[in-house]
């Protein structure tokens, strides 16, 4: 399980070395201190500096803590892990909860949290972004993309906090990781599936379960242009291929021949 040590603002590397390197290492899985990187803009563009998430917390995964609490309870700067009284009034080590332990799993890369890539689409504001925000999307407070940072809440160790997290958009230097991640994206929305011809639904529900025929493809963009009746005339529009759903038959299907 997971648990948090609490130290001096400013020690908590030096704590975390400390017990990386003096402590059984069959008492531990690992001690982390999770950092992130923060944008600041230069000259109109990002430049990244790496922090830490949360002053004056460590974290520790064990199965025993306890063991690893008595090693190093006494050294200078150390305060204490994280505790809460058990049904006698007597103190026990607080892990923290599962969902707060599946947040730091799905925003660090090896302890680090990294930028989050942001692009926009000409009327709908930010329309995709790449990285450890997108799976909190639904969570942001607020957002300056002048200022190359995104806040969202969420109960994190026993308080609602506000959790930073820093942009990267197209007007900054680009980063190996995103470029490749795009291309990957852009492989994976062009679904071998998917011919012109087919009928496909839309399945964030815009045209209910209307049947919608594909009439081209645009594998650069991940997009596909459907035509639909409306208002008694046939209209075409342009959607996602991630957002459609091939109904496995085609337009001239049961046409005669």
């Not at 648990?3 to 290492?25: A, F, H």
């Not at 090693?71 to 305060?79: I, T």
Request: with cysteine; proline share 5%; aromatic share 10%.
């Amino acid at each position: 399980m997971w648990y948090v040590i609490r130290t001096l603002t400013g020690k908590e590397s030096e704590l975390c070395m400390w017990i990386n390197t003096c402590v059984d290492q069959s008492l531990f899985t690992r001690c982390f201190v999770p950092l992130y990187e923060d944008v600041t803009r230069r000259g109109g563009k990002g430049h990244i500096t790496i922090r830490r998430m949360f002053d004056g917390y460590l974290f520790l995964e064990s199965d025993t803590p306890e063991r690893v609490r008595e090693a190093f309870r006494k050294k200078p700067g150390y305060k204490d892990f994280l505790t809460d009284l058990d049904g006698k009034g007597e103190k026990i080590l607080l892990p923290i909860r599962p969902e707060e332990e599946a947040f730091l799993d799905t925003v660090l890369t090896d302890g680090l949290m990294r930028v989050s890539y942001i692009s926009f689409g000409a009327a709908r504001g930010y329309e995709k972004i790449i990285g450890p925000l997108e799976h909190y999307q639904d969570r942001i407070c607020k957002m300056s993309i002048y200022h190359r940072w995104a806040l969202i809440t969420l109960p994190f160790l026993g308080e609602d906090r506000r959790i930073k997290f820093c942009l990267w958009t197209n007007a900054d230097p680009k980063l190996e990781w995103i470029e490749q991640e795009k291309e990957n994206r852009k492989q994976k929305s062009v679904d071998p599936d998917i011919h012109i011809g087919d009928m496909v639904i839309n399945r964030k529900g815009l045209f209910g379960d209307t049947p919608l025929e594909v009439v081209a493809l645009h594998p650069n963009s991940g997009s596909l242009t459907v035509r639909m009746p409306i208002f008694g005339r046939m209209t075409k529009a342009e959607l996602s291929i991630e957002d459609v759903l091939c109904c496995n038959i085609r337009a001239d299907e049961g046409k005669e021949n």
